[in-house]
């Protein structure tokens, strides 16, 4: 059997996201896409199963005026089982727009995509709470495109 582990963390994984200025205690809600590149490790387990361990990196543009681009890096840890591959997996994420702005993500994914939370963040994001809900586009063996809703709230 052979089991393909379809970019471990992509899932909320290339959620990368940025904005314009974000008013204090303000919740505003963006769409946007992005594509990414993903690593593995791996460790099969007696009964079949695969749990690895995966990170990538990519870019992703949001519903900004003009459009924005930001730089996304993401870690999970998740198992493969059954003969198709079927595989889910734990994300953390951060996200960059600049070497002070930036938010983090945890988020359960899998092969269709994810949902997950908006953890916190640095510079005007510093304290965020949000959600993300994110979909697979496309997807090969290590990299993908994807599309996603977030909806973020600053303190």
């Known amino acids: 059997m052979r089991v393909t582990i379809k970019s471990a963390a992509a899932a909320v994984l290339g959620l990368a996201l940025s904005f314009g200025s974000v008013a204090a205690g303000e919740t505003v ?3 946007g896409s992005g594509t990414y590149t993903a690593h593995k490790l791996t460790m099969t387990l007696g009964g079949g199963d695969i749990v690895f361990t ?8 949001i519903s900004t005026d003009p459009p924005t681009l930001l730089y996304g890096k993401c870690m999970a840890l998740g198992i493969v089982s059954g003969a198709e591959g079927d595989f889910s997996n734990d994300v953390y994420c951060t996200f960059r727009a600049n070497d002070a702005d930036s938010f983090d993500i945890k988020a359960r994914s899998d092969a269709k995509g994810g949902v997950g939370a908006v953890i916190g963040g640095g510079g005007r994001w510093a304290g965020a709470t949000g959600t993300v809900r994110m979909t697979r586009t496309s997807q090969n063996e290590n990299s993908g495109s994807y599309e996603f809703e977030l909806e973020i709230t600053t303190p």
């Open 29 to 31: 809600s963006y769409t």
């Open 54 to 61: 995966g990170w990538n990196e990519g870019i992703a543009t």
